[in-house]
C-alpha cells in the first residue's frame, strides 16, 4: 500500500521535535531547526535527508521504483521518495533512521535576520 502526504506529514510531525518550518524558501519539516524533510512535485516526492549518499545507494538498490535522486542532491546525503511506490513499513523505517541521524546532530544556531533593503 502506498503512502500518502497526509499520512507523511503526521509521521514527521509525530517525531519528537520535528517542526513544519521553510528552508531555502520552500515549507519544510525541521527537526531542531535543520533539515529533515520537504515535499516536492505537488506532494507526490519526499526530500529527506540520510545518514550518508551509501544509505541512499543502499534504498536505490533495495526499491528502485521508490528511491532517487536527481543532479541536485547527486552529492548530498538526500533521497527523493515516490510516495506512490514505497512500501509503508519501509518508509516508516527510513524516515525514523533518517531522524535518528539529524537529531544526534547539534540544534541549528539562530539565523540573524537580515535588515529590509531601503
Do not use: C
Request: no cysteine; glycine share 6%.
Amino acid at each position: 500500500m502506498s503512502v500518502r502526504a497526509a499520512d507523511a506529514r503526521r509521521l514527521l510531525l509525530g517525531l519528537a521535535n520535528v517542526v513544519e518550518g521553510t528552508s531555502y524558501g520552500f515549507p519544510s519539516f525541521l527537526l531542531n531547526g535543520r533539515f529533515l524533510a520537504r515535499f516536492r512535485d505537488g506532494d507526490a516526492v519526499l526530500v529527506l535527508e540520510l545518514g550518508s549518499i551509501d544509505d541512499r545507494d543502499v534504498l536505490m538498490q533495495m526499491a528502485p521504483d521508490a528511491f532517487f535522486f536527481t543532479d541536485h542532491y547527486r552529492n548530498y546525503p538526500a533521497v527523493l521518495i515516490r510516495l506512490a511506490e514505497v512500501p509503508r513499513p519501509l518508509f516508516r523505517d527510513v524516515v525514523k533512521q533518517a531522524w535518528k541521524h539529524v537529531s544526534a546532530r547539534p540544534p541549528a544556531r539562530p539565523r540573524k535576520k537580515r535588515k529590509a533593503k531601503r
